[in-house]
């Protein structure tokens, strides 16, 4: 059963960890509120970073627990055991902080390490897994810090169709679209067909032996021999520095210029 929102998946996974917390002797409170947003400190702090944040019934207007998981996570087990955590403040009072009766019944719910910093123990990931597989998927995609690259403007080459003119410039598809320019010479300009990236990975793979694949962060990436070369990565074309340069006679340049147009496909597929 997959929950429609993150409140409510959140409200249906601390109501199914009521009894395990009367058990180990901290009975949550019936004023809990659960959402996805944002810890008020250290959010986006590189070390140290806060996942989560229980904030007492005296902040709040209506007098309730208010309970904060941070966006950056997703997985469903790993926002149990942060909840859990939270929850524990709840339990005992946050003005308990991370003391002794916060350590007692954190403990007992199977949170272990640090208590600024507890993880889940086998046994509780194995509740969380149980638990989270009946309510459904936690209905969230994880917020990044880091910022997606984007494409470049590409400059298209437009020419002039007279070999003996051969005059060129470079422009952006939006003033393609609007019109090709007519050449000094007196003739109409062609642009260029652009090429796709998949076809673009295979003409690069063809000019050079292919090396292993290099893991590069969350991509995969080809080093090629020769100058600067492009590698496709995911569909991405990223660029890399290359450093031997191929020297290879005509019968061994067909072999691995089959070889090439054949990883080269494999990548396109990564």
Not at 22 to 36: D, F, K, Q, S, Y
Request: aromatic share 6%; hydrophobic share 40%.
């Amino acid at each position: 059963m997959t929950q429609t929102t993150r409140e409510d998946w959140l409200t249906k996974l601390t109501d199914a960890l009521r009894p395990a917390f009367l058990e180990a002797g901290g009975e949550l409170p019936e004023n809990i509120r659960v959402t996805c947003g944002w810890p008020s400190q250290g959010a986006k702090a590189k070390k140290n970073r806060r996942l989560a944040e229980c904030w007492g019934p005296e902040a709040s207007d209506d007098d309730h627990f208010e309970i904060f998981i941070s966006p950056t996570l997703d997985d469903a087990v790993e926002v149990g055991g942060i909840l859990v955590h939270e929850l524990a403040h709840a339990a005992v009072g946050v003005e308990a902080g991370h003391k002794a009766p916060f350590h007692r019944v954190a403990v007992a719910m199977g949170l272990e390490g640090k208590m600024t910093a507890t993880t889940s123990s086998e046994p509780l990931v194995q509740r969380l897994q149980s638990l989270t597989d009946k309510i459904g998927l936690y209905p969230h995609a994880k917020l990044s810090f880091k910022k997606k690259k984007t494409q470049g403007t590409r400059m298209i080459k437009v020419q002039c169709p007279d070999p003996a003119c051969g005059y060129q410039v470079r422009t952006t598809q939006k003033w393609i679209d609007i019109g090709l320019p007519t050449c000094f010479c007196g003739i109409k300009m062609e642009a260029e067909e652009p090429e796709a990236p998949e076809e673009e990975a295979m003409r690069l793979a063809a000019c050079c032996a292919i090396n292993p694949l290099t893991r590069v962060g969350n991509m995969w990436v080809v080093y090629f021999p020769g100058i600067n070369m492009m590698g496709i990565a995911q569909g991405v074309l990223v660029k890399q520095h290359v450093e031997d340069v191929a020297r290879l006679d005509d019968e061994s340049t067909l072999d691995w210029h089959k070889r090439a147009v054949e990883r080269a496909r494999e990548l396109a597929s990564i």
